[in-house]
């Protein structure tokens, strides 16, 4: 993928369990999607990421891949998948399929045929056997699990997962493993798909399975984070598969710092042509994401601008299905929905990179309204609350943890309309709907001129056909405790960005300068006072004269 197409792509991730159910089972389907295009042609963006269609036991809602090369029935058939990739390409649509090759599922034929006893096959896995009676190392798990399982019916041997047991890590040390990961990238690509997000991409490679360093958080992350291994698969995946089909990869990479990020995306490098981090999405936690603070702004700020200047481009989003809903972080949230959400709009679309949404979040939608753990599917959700269990902490701060960070919060259902089950099926979902959906829908927000809806639509216009906005430089002017203010300039023209972070009035940072005038308001006027709560405001500047 060329610069220039990253430069204009605005990606819509689809989580497809939730966005739309047409056979009347409570799941989201394929046909739900295709009968979606001309919603998402009219929003505006170009390009859809959809989480695995693949066939799997669900153990993780679908990263437990159990068939690579065909599509979970719940979904639909191979049909269906071919239908949306012809149907969206008609409507200027790429699709990215979502590609899992840290582990699979342990229903994998391959995982199967490694229990039946062929070596190839256990190969294709990490087994190890226990050290004096231990397990092969003290390492930790993603999912708050023991991260090794007793293989079959061995009592000394265990496979490694760092995620769930039932997601055997694949063993990249096995060439062969490489050369299967590159036949199914090509099948999909032959079926006319455009890329790739590439899940927990930087992990892959396990160079050591030495005893770690004890941390407090995922104990033997050093063996295994962004090790020069993983460098050389992402080189020969992009050299041998990608490039020559002229598609793009952006990785998913925990625990990066900018260096680490740098190594993975700078385009010199041929690895990856972005990357998600998330470190802005950690401006609200106390050592792991499970342990919620009130979000600061300005650290949110500060972090914004660091990655900005830190990488050649960004990969921008500020939700996906493992996040909380990005406006429910706001503590002074409320009555201030809409104002919240079209200000996230406006940052979002003015931001150097790549813009990412996630479904619903262009209608403003907000966490889940969980009442306890059994309304709750997500399974790191329940492992962690077990874990804390463990821990002495009390029920009542227990949920309070998971309500405030479970995954299933992004999860529940869209919200297409006011009718029963928010128009996302005719039948009972597969997780809880927001009680909110009423007033919180797509069919009402198309009634509304000024909605946040519109205001997307008109942010993602100007970003597809403003040169600024797509191609101009960053800098930041002013990072505050309620408002954020950057520029974007090119070819001698700029524009200013500001964003009220806060439901408090502000003050116009002195630091803009005279003059300017207002471009565009997400209150949608030209008023050119104080910032109101919540409010984004794009400036056109004048040169000094």
Same mark, same amino acid.
Request: charge should be neutral; charged fraction near 30%; include cysteine.
């Given at each position: 993928?060329?610069?220039?197409?990253?430069?204009?792509?605005?990606?819509?991730?689809?989580?497809?369990?939730?966005?739309?159910?047409?056979?009347?089972?409570?799941?989201?389907?394929?046909?739900?999607?295709?009968?979606?295009?001309?919603?998402?042609?009219?929003?505006?963006?170009?390009?859809?990421?959809? %989480?695995?269609?693949?066939?799997?036991?669900?153990?993780?809602?679908?990263?437990?891949?159990?068939?690579?090369?065909?599509?979970?029935?719940?979904?639909?058939?191979?049909?269906?998948?071919?239908?949306?990739?012809?149907?969206?390409?008609?409507?200027?649509?790429?699709?990215?399929?979502?590609?899992?090759?840290?582990?699979?599922?342990?229903?994998?034929?391959?995982?199967?045929?490694?229990?039946?006893?062929?070596?190839?096959?256990?190969?294709?896995?990490?087994?190890?056997?226990?050290?004096?009676?231990?397990?092969?190392?003290?390492?930790?798990?993603?999912?708050?699990?023991?991260?090794?399982?007793?293989?079959?019916?061995?009592?000394?041997?265990?496979?490694?997962?760092?995620? %769930?047991?039932?997601?055997?890590?694949?063993?990249?040390?096995?060439?062969?493993?490489?050369?299967?990961?590159?036949?199914?990238?090509?099948?999909?690509?032959?079926?006319?798909?455009?890329?790739?997000?590439?899940?927990?991409?930087?992990?892959?490679?396990?160079?050591?399975?030495?005893?770690?360093?004890?941390?407090?958080?995922?104990?033997?992350?050093?063996?295994?984070?962004?090790?020069?291994?993983?460098?050389?698969?992402?080189?020969?995946?992009?050299?041998?598969?990608?490039?020559?089909?002229?598609?793009?990869?952006?990785?998913?990479?925990?625990?990066?710092?900018?260096?680490?990020?740098?190594?993975?995306?700078?385009?010199?490098?041929?690895?990856?042509?972005?990357?998600?981090?998330?470190?802005?999405?950690?401006?609200?936690?106390?050592?792991?994401?499970?342990?919620?603070?009130?979000?600061?702004?300005?650290?949110?700020?500060?972090?914004?601008?660091?990655?900005?200047?830190?990488?050649?481009?960004?990969?921008?989003?500020?939700?996906?299905?493992?996040?909380?809903?990005?406006? %429910?972080?706001?503590?002074?949230?409320?009555?201030?929905?809409?104002?919240?959400?079209?200000?996230?709009?406006?940052?979002?679309?003015?931001?150097?990179?790549?813009?990412?949404?996630?479904?619903?979040?262009?209608?403003?939608?907000?966490?889940?309204?969980?009442?306890?753990?059994?309304?709750?599917?997500?399974?790191?959700?329940?492992?962690?609350?077990?874990?804390?269990?463990?821990?002495?902490?009390?029920?009542?701060?227990?949920?309070?943890?998971?309500?405030?960070?479970?995954?299933?919060?992004?999860?529940?259902?869209?919200?297409?309309?006011?009718?029963?089950?928010?128009?996302? %099926?005719?039948?009972?979902?597969?997780?809880?709907?927001?009680?909110?959906?009423?007033?919180?829908?797509?069919?009402?927000?198309?009634?509304?001129?000024?909605?946040?809806?519109?205001?997307?639509?008109?942010?993602?216009?100007?970003?597809?056909?403003?040169?600024?906005?797509?191609?101009?430089?960053?800098?930041?002017?002013?990072?505050?405790?309620?408002?954020?203010?950057?520029?974007?300039?090119?070819?001698?023209?700029?524009?200013?960005?500001?964003?009220?972070?806060?439901?408090?009035?502000?003050?116009?940072?002195?630091?803009?300068?005279?003059?300017?005038?207002?471009?565009?308001?997400?209150?949608?006027?030209?008023?050119?006072?104080?910032?109101?709560?919540?409010?984004?405001?794009?400036?056109?500047?004048?040169?000094?004269?």
């Amino acid at each position: 993928m060329s610069l220039n197409v990253q430069k204009d792509a605005i990606v819509y991730q689809i989580y497809p369990r939730s966005f739309k159910d047409t056979d009347g089972d409570g799941v989201g389907d394929l046909v739900g999607i295709i009968e979606s295009l001309d919603y998402l042609a009219e929003l505006g963006v170009n390009t859809i990421w959809l %989480s695995p269609v693949y066939e799997s036991p669900n153990d993780d809602n679908g990263y437990d891949i159990s068939d690579y090369k065909a599509i979970q029935p719940q979904f639909g058939s191979m049909a269906d998948f071919e239908t949306l990739v012809a149907e969206a390409k008609k409507r200027g649509i790429g699709i990215v399929m979502d590609l899992v090759i840290n582990h699979t599922s342990d229903e994998h034929e391959w995982f199967r045929r490694a229990l039946a006893g062929e070596e190839k096959y256990r190969n294709y896995y990490i087994i190890e056997k226990g050290k004096n009676g231990k397990l092969p190392n003290n390492w930790g798990n993603f999912f708050a699990e023991c991260p090794w399982t007793k293989f079959g019916d061995s009592e000394e041997e265990y496979y490694l997962h760092l995620f %769930s047991k039932k997601q055997p890590d694949l063993n990249w040390h096995n060439p062969d493993v490489l050369e299967e990961v590159k036949d199914i990238m090509r099948f999909w690509l032959d079926k006319g798909v455009v890329g790739f997000r590439c899940d927990v991409i930087n992990i892959i490679y396990k160079d050591s399975l030495a005893d770690g360093k004890k941390q407090l958080v995922l104990t033997g992350r050093e063996h295994y984070l962004s090790t020069e291994g993983c460098h050389r698969i992402l080189h020969t995946l992009r050299r041998e598969v990608l490039e020559p089909y002229g598609a793009f990869a952006v990785g998913e990479t925990v625990f990066v710092d900018t260096a680490r990020a740098k190594a993975l995306c700078d385009s010199a490098r041929r690895e990856l042509d972005m990357i998600f981090y998330f470190e802005h999405m950690e401006c609200d936690q106390v050592f792991v994401k499970w342990f919620k603070t009130r979000l600061k702004p300005k650290k949110l700020m500060k972090t914004l601008t660091k990655w900005q200047n830190a990488l050649e481009w960004n990969a921008i989003y500020f939700e996906n299905h493992d996040q909380p809903r990005f406006i %429910s972080r706001f503590q002074d949230l409320s009555g201030f929905r809409a104002e919240a959400s079209r200000m996230v709009a406006g940052l979002l679309m003015t931001l150097r990179g790549t813009p990412f949404l996630f479904e619903g979040q262009e209608i403003g939608m907000v966490n889940g309204d969980f009442k306890d753990l059994s309304e709750v599917e997500d399974i790191e959700s329940h492992n962690i609350y077990e874990m804390a269990k463990g821990l002495g902490i009390p029920k009542k701060l227990r949920w309070k943890m998971i309500k405030r960070t479970s995954r299933d919060n992004a999860r529940t259902p869209m919200q297409w309309s006011d009718e029963d089950n928010a128009g996302f %099926s005719r039948t009972k979902p597969w997780l809880k709907v927001n009680g909110n959906y009423p007033k919180v829908n797509v069919k009402r927000e198309l009634a509304d001129p000024n909605g946040i809806l519109a205001f997307y639509k008109k942010m993602i216009k100007l970003r597809k056909e403003n040169d600024i906005l797509k191609e101009g430089s960053f800098r930041v002017l002013y990072e505050g405790n309620q408002v954020y203010a950057f520029a974007r300039a090119y070819n001698g023209k700029t524009l200013v960005s500001v964003s009220n972070m806060t439901s408090r009035t502000a003050a116009l940072p002195k630091a803009l300068g005279d003059h300017r005038s207002v471009f565009i308001s997400s209150y949608g006027d030209t008023f050119n006072g104080e910032l109101r709560p919540f409010e984004f405001r794009l400036y056109s500047v004048e040169d000094d004269k």
